[in-house]
């Protein structure tokens, strides 16, 4: 059975930074793509990140684009989302997303102006 777990979420101001974690069990992490997503209230979850299995392909939503950076160490079957120069409207709730299939529960991003 496979397992997600994120972590790293927080309360920051604007332009601080979070590092956010997602630790996978259970299944064969390191043939597998990443993705991170995010859920804003009242709105719909959209993409964030993508990093393939060897972390040699990864690929961005604009808003993020130079401020986010998504990495894995597959020896830990771990994968980062390294967020600077947050904003206020990067608050939601961050998933990750393996292999197009599994989730985990969500970490909480809430950024203050």
């Known amino acids: 059975q496979v397992q997600l777990v994120e972590s790293g979420g927080g309360s920051v101001q604007a332009g601080g930074s979070l590092r956010l974690s997602c630790v996978a069990t259970?299944?064969?992490?390191?043939?597998?793509?990443v993705d991170w997503f995010r859920q804003a209230p009242g709105k719909d979850r959209e993409f964030v990140a993508y990093i393939n299995w060897s972390g040699g392909v990864t690929s961005y939503t604009d808003s993020v684009q130079g401020r986010f950076t998504i990495s894995r160490d597959n020896a830990k079957n771990t994968v980062y989302l390294q967020m600077n120069s947050l904003k206020p409207e990067d608050t939601a709730v961050y998933y990750c997303?393996?292999?197009?299939?599994?989730w985990g529960q969500g970490t909480q991003v809430t950024v203050s102006s």
């Open positions: 997303r393996l292999d197009r299939a599994y």
């Open positions: 259970g299944r064969t992490f390191k043939s597998s793509g």
